[in-house]
C-alpha cells in the first residue's frame, strides 16, 4: 500500500510523512524529489531546458511508478510518498501506473489555511550553498499557490482525503493521518487497474461518429493521453467483440451490430512498451440521443469530446493519429486497410 501525502508547496509534506513512518509499522519513506534530482544529473541540459517542472517529464512520472513498486517488492508494508501533485492528467498516470500492478493508493491532502501556508512559506529554511535558493525555494511555493487551488476547486478535494493542519503540528497531523488510513476513513483511490503487458497485446479500438461525422475521442484515468474508445483483447476473446465490450464498459453504449474493421496496424515494441497488433473498428454514426445518453466520466474516463479529424491531430499522439487518419481513408473507401506503425502496407 503507499500513503500518498499530497497539498501546496510548504504544506509541510515531508516533515509530516517522516512522522508518519513511526506509526505506520512497516513503513518507508519514498520521496520522488530525489528521482528529479537525480534526473538533473543523468538527462541532457538541453532537454531539463524543455520543461519548467521535473514532473513535465514522462520519464520522471515511469519512475515514480517504477521506484515505488520496487520498494515495495524489496520491502513490502507500507510506502509514505509526500509529493505535490496538481495536474489530473500526471495523477492518473502515476496512480494508474501504480494501480496495474495492484498496488492500492491511498491519498491524503495536507489542506491549511492560506495564511498559514504563506507562514509556514516564509519561514521555510533556504540551503545556504543552494544557488538562487530564495527563488528556487521559497518564490517557488508562492507561485505555485494559485495552480494549487485551482486543482482545489475542480479535481482534487473530491480525490483525496483533506486534513485541515493549520492547527496542528506535523506529529499531530502524522496521528490523525495514521488513524485515518487504519479506520478506513482514507479510501483507496477509485481508478480502473489494468494490468501492465508482459509481451505483445492485441487492442481492439471503436470509431465512434456524431452526426456531424465528428469522431469520439476519450480521455483514460489510467494512463496519459487521449484514445480512442477500446482496450486490450482478453484470452479467448474475439477482437470486435472486445472493443463492443469496451465500448459498454467505457461510455455506457450498447452496439447491437458486430462493428465493420477498419484498420490493422502492426505497432513495433519500443521499450518500455511491447507493441503488439492494434485493430479499429467502425462502430457506426450516433444520434443525438444517443449522444447524450453516454455516461459521465467515472473510473474508467476524465473526459470524452467528438472532434474533427484536424482537432484529432492536436490530441492523439502522432501514431496514433495517423492511425486514425487512414481508419477514415478506409471508411470512406469501403475496404480495410493493414498498416505497419501507422504506415500502409502492401
Given at each position: 500500500?503507499?500513503?500518498?501525502?499530497?497539498?501546496?508547496?510548504?504544506?509541510g509534506?515531508?516533515?509530516?510523512?517522516r512522522?508518519l513512518?513511526d506509526l505506520?509499522p512497516?513503513?518507508?519513506?519514498?520521496?520522488?524529489?530525489?528521482i528529479?534530482?537525480?534526473?538533473?544529473?543523468?538527462?541532457?541540459?538541453?532537454?531539463l531546458a524543455?520543461?519548467?517542472?521535473f514532473q513535465?517529464l514522462?520519464?520522471?512520472?515511469?519512475?515514480?511508478?517504477?521506484?515505488a513498486?520496487?520498494?515495495?517488492?524489496?520491502l513490502g508494508?507500507?510506502l509514505v510518498?509526500?509529493?505535490?501533485?496538481?495536474?489530473?492528467?500526471?495523477?492518473d498516470?502515476?496512480?494508474?501506473?501504480?494501480?496495474s500492478?495492484?498496488?492500492?493508493?491511498?491519498?491524503?491532502?495536507?489542506?491549511?489555511a492560506?495564511?498559514?501556508?504563506?507562514?509556514?512559506?516564509?519561514?521555510r529554511?533556504?540551503?545556504?550553498?543552494?544557488?538562487?535558493?530564495?527563488?528556487?525555494?521559497?518564490?517557488?511555493?508562492?507561485?505555485?499557490i494559485?495552480?494549487?487551488?485551482?486543482?482545489?476547486?475542480?479535481?482534487?478535494t473530491a480525490?483525496?482525503h483533506?486534513?485541515?493542519?493549520s492547527a496542528?503540528?506535523?506529529?499531530?497531523?502524522?496521528?490523525?493521518?495514521?488513524?485515518a488510513?487504519?479506520?478506513?476513513?482514507?479510501?483507496?483511490?477509485?481508478?480502473?487497474?489494468?494490468?501492465e503487458?508482459?509481451?505483445?497485446?492485441v487492442?481492439?479500438?471503436?470509431?465512434l461518429?456524431?452526426?456531424?461525422?465528428?469522431?469520439?475521442?476519450?480521455?483514460?484515468?489510467?494512463k496519459?493521453g487521449?484514445?480512442?474508445?477500446?482496450?486490450?483483447?482478453?484470452?479467448?476473446?474475439?477482437p470486435?467483440?472486445?472493443?463492443?465490450?469496451?465500448?459498454a464498459?467505457?461510455?455506457g453504449?450498447?452496439?447491437?451490430?458486430?462493428?465493420s474493421?477498419l484498420?490493422v496496424?502492426?505497432?513495433?515494441?519500443?521499450?518500455?512498451?511491447?507493441?503488439?497488433?492494434?485493430?479499429?473498428y467502425?462502430?457506426?454514426?450516433?444520434d443525438?440521443?444517443?449522444?447524450r445518453?453516454?455516461?459521465?466520466?467515472?473510473?474508467?474516463?476524465?473526459?470524452?469530446?467528438f472532434?474533427?479529424e484536424?482537432?484529432?491531430?492536436?490530441?492523439?499522439?502522432?501514431?496514433?493519429?495517423?492511425?486514425?487518419?487512414?481508419?477514415?481513408?478506409?471508411?470512406?473507401?469501403?475496404?480495410?486497410?493493414?498498416?505497419?506503425?501507422?504506415?500502409?502496407?502492401?
Amino acid at each position: 500500500m503507499i500513503v500518498w501525502i499530497n497539498g501546496a508547496f510548504g504544506a509541510g509534506k515531508t516533515t509530516t510523512a517522516r512522522e508518519l513512518i513511526d506509526l505506520i509499522p512497516n513503513s518507508t519513506l519514498f520521496d520522488p524529489e530525489l528521482i528529479g534530482a537525480g534526473l538533473t544529473q543523468l538527462l541532457p541540459a538541453k532537454r531539463l531546458a524543455e520543461v519548467g517542472d521535473f514532473q513535465d517529464l514522462p520519464i520522471w512520472r515511469r519512475l515514480v511508478v517504477d521506484t515505488a513498486a520496487a520498494m515495495l517488492a524489496e520491502l513490502g508494508g507500507v510506502l509514505v510518498v509526500p509529493m505535490t501533485l496538481l495536474r489530473q492528467d500526471y495523477r492518473d498516470e502515476i496512480f494508474g501506473g501504480l494501480a496495474s500492478r495492484r498496488i492500492a493508493v491511498r491519498h491524503v491532502l495536507l489542506a491549511p489555511a492560506e495564511t498559514i501556508l504563506r507562514e509556514r512559506i516564509a519561514d521555510r529554511e533556504v540551503p545556504p550553498d543552494l544557488p538562487d535558493g530564495e527563488i528556487r525555494v521559497r518564490q517557488w511555493s508562492y507561485d505555485h499557490i494559485e495552480p494549487y487551488h485551482a486543482a482545489l476547486a475542480g479535481w482534487l478535494t473530491a480525490d483525496a482525503h483533506p486534513v485541515d493542519t493549520s492547527a496542528l503540528t506535523p506529529y499531530e497531523a502524522a496521528v490523525r493521518i495514521a488513524g485515518a488510513v487504519s479506520g478506513g476513513t482514507v479510501p483507496v483511490c477509485d481508478i480502473v487497474q489494468t494490468p501492465e503487458p508482459t509481451s505483445e497485446t492485441v487492442a481492439a479500438g471503436v470509431l465512434l461518429f456524431d452526426e456531424q461525422e465528428r469522431v469520439l475521442l476519450v480521455d483514460p484515468t489510467y494512463k496519459a493521453g487521449w484514445e480512442f474508445p477500446g482496450g486490450v483483447v482478453e484470452s479467448g476473446e474475439a477482437p470486435a467483440r472486445a472493443g463492443i465490450r469496451e465500448v459498454a464498459e467505457e461510455t455506457g453504449i450498447q452496439l447491437v451490430d458486430v462493428p465493420s474493421l477498419l484498420v490493422v496496424d502492426w505497432e513495433p515494441p519500443v521499450p518500455p512498451a511491447y507493441g503488439g497488433l492494434r485493430l479499429l473498428y467502425d462502430g457506426g454514426r450516433l444520434d443525438s440521443e444517443e449522444a447524450r445518453r453516454m455516461l459521465l466520466p467515472g473510473p474508467e474516463l476524465r473526459a470524452w469530446r467528438f472532434v474533427t479529424e484536424e482537432e484529432a491531430a492536436g490530441l492523439l499522439p502522432p501514431v496514433r493519429y495517423e492511425r486514425l487518419r487512414w481508419a477514415l481513408r478506409a471508411r470512406e473507401r469501403g475496404a480495410a486497410l493493414y498498416l505497419e506503425a501507422g504506415v500502409p502496407t502492401g
